[in-house]
């Protein structure tokens, strides 16, 4: 970069450049907040400054921001929040006995009392062992250590954590790292910035987004020429699809785990959230150890929870943990130096998981509050998505799977071949094209499919459900038949709106 005087002092350019920075960050992408949802913040500026848009709000259906969209957080969880955040509450007789106790524990287990100092950077060590109860108790008695639990900034800080340790190598021996697609664009973002190799699967959309073995094994063959896979990710309940694997998938994903000789990653984030007739959440960790010696004693894995999802959707307090299991001693001591370089998870977090993994009990004062809080919830969210696969299905050129569980649909959706060839054109995505014409016309926010990853030819967006969609029969395509000069400004003649509201009552 050429020198310029600046009032006559020499200007030599800056030291951080976008051409001398990391490449690997640069290679980074993370749809859930990107192009899309920074001009949905700009459309909603623009709309506080007065400008004139078709619509008056910004509908964002792009991110599981639970409590964002109306959820009502639990009541006994604040509770207990708020007694530890001002312990001088304690002496307020407006809050339950229980939840002083719980606030008590907690204090007590933090450094001068306060939940503002800094805890030991595995975790709380009475929260570590509430974990494992709670581990133990959902698993039916399977034993779980204290010590194979670290708490986390969310499930995400402690997924990327574990990558770290894996990825290594160089050329074709480069770790690489079997990924679902569709997939939560975290894990793409994690193995750009670790310059790791991602090995893709993909679910089968026919199958209701199921999770097959032969696909599994074409992936790995393949990725066998040019990189040594190590690491399979699975996320059940799934994230964007919403599909819960069966009993006999999660057998099957351990044996050919094995088999294979590949650290397994179960991302278990959405546990609670599981809403059709014959589904059901098993955890890999139980289905590992029910499948006897063979496997529970030699399958290296890693489950992960989060207080962000499920009931709680606590997104902004941070909570996570996750449970490392058959990790070679000299490993673990590396990830507990790993995790000591960022000091803790936030503390208020690790306070609402220990509230999350143990919470009221049937003879404690909240616990009817408590239980029927929690039941509201999960059945709100279990009608929010049945009504958005009945809804999308009366759409003309969508097609939705049935919900699950967890959070989102993954809709197909069929684009006209004039609006790929326009999206082409423009050096668009197609998908993406059709989420940015939506934003921008109705002022609604979607992910387009592209960022989560689908079968070449096809295209959806992520819906999140917390959000209900009333449509009446709805098509939506522009008119290109009309001049380009238009700049597609003009819509055909659609059948009706699209009408969102929060589904919040």
Same mark, same amino acid.
């Given at each position: ?39 949905? &913040?700009? @459309?909603? %500026?623009? !709309?506080?400054? +007065?400008?004139?848009?078709?619509? /008056?709000? =910004? ?100 997924? &990327?954590? @574990?990558? %770290?340790? !894996?990825?290594? +190598?160089?050329?074709?021996?480069? /770790?690489? =790292? ?328």
């Amino acid at each position: 970069m050429s020198q310029q005087a600046v009032n006559g002092v020499p200007c030599r350019g800056k030291v951080l450049t976008v051409e001398n920075m990391n490449p690997n960050v640069k290679r980074v992408e993370y749809a859930v907040r990107g192009p899309i949802v920074q001009r949905a &913040v700009q @459309i909603e %500026k623009e !709309l506080r400054e +007065g400008v004139k848009k078709p619509f /008056t709000e =910004v509908i964002k259906a792009n991110i599981g921001d639970a409590h964002a969209m109306g959820q009502r957080p639990i009541t006994f969880f604040r509770q207990v929040l708020a007694l530890c955040s001002y312990p001088e509450l304690l002496e307020d007789n407006k809050f339950p006995e229980d939840a002083k106790q719980r606030a008590r524990r907690i204090l007590d287990a933090c450094g001068g009392h306060s939940i503002g100092a800094y805890s030991a950077s595995q975790g709380i060590e009475c929260i570590r062992q509430d974990v494992a109860h709670y581990i133990e108790r959902r698993d039916g008695g399977i034993s779980s250590n204290p010590d194979n639990i670290y708490l986390s900034t969310g499930a995400s800080d402690a997924i &990327v954590t @574990i990558l %770290k340790l !894996l990825v290594c +190598g160089e050329g074709r021996d480069r /770790t690489g =790292v079997m990924i679902s697609i569709p997939q939560y664009p975290l894990y793409s973002a994690a193995l750009a910035d670790l310059a790791a190799v991602q090995i893709n699967y993909y679910l089968d959309e026919d199958n209701c987004w199921s999770l097959n073995v032969a696909e599994l094994k074409r992936a790995l063959n393949e990725a066998k020429q040019h990189c040594k896979p190590r690491v399979l990710c699975i996320i059940n309940p799934g994230n964007p699809t919403g599909q819960v694997q069966s009993r006999q998938c999660i057998e099957d994903v351990i044996r050919f785990t094995k088999e294979e000789h590949l650290f397994l990653m179960a991302d278990e984030v959405y546990q609670d959230n599981v809403y059709a007739e014959g589904c059901k959440f098993h955890s890999f960790k139980k289905v590992l150890f029910e499948m006897g010696p063979e496997y529970s004693s030699t399958v290296e894995m890693a489950s992960f929870h989060s207080t962000s999802k499920c009931y709680m959707g606590e997104c902004g307090f941070r909570g996570g943990y996750m449970e490392v299991i058959n990790m070679d001693p000299e490993v673990k001591a590396q990830l507990t130096k790993l995790v000591s370089v960022r000091l803790c998870p936030p503390v208020p977090g690790q306070a609402l998981l220990d509230l999350v993994v143990n919470p009221p009990q049937p003879d404690e004062p909240s616990y009817t509050s408590f239980m029927k809080e929690r039941t509201a919830v999960l059945a709100a969210l279990a009608e929010k998505a049945r009504l958005t696969e009945e809804i999308f299905n009366t759409v003309p050129g969508i097609t939705c799977n049935p919900v699950q569980g967890a959070m989102y649909t993954f809709p197909r959706i069929t684009l006209p071949p004039k609006a790929i060839d326009k999206a082409k054109a423009e050096g668009k995505v197609p998908d993406m094209f059709y989420c940015m014409k939506l934003l921008e016309e109705e002022g609604i926010c979607l992910v387009p499919g592209s960022g989560f990853g689908q079968k070449d030819g096809t295209f959806h967006f992520r819906f999140v459900s917390l959000i209900m969609l009333i449509l009446q029969t709805y098509s939506y395509s522009l008119n290109f038949s009309l001049p380009i000069s238009s700049r597609y400004n003009h819509k055909l003649q659609c059948i009706s709106w699209f009408v969102f509201v929060y589904f919040t009552s």
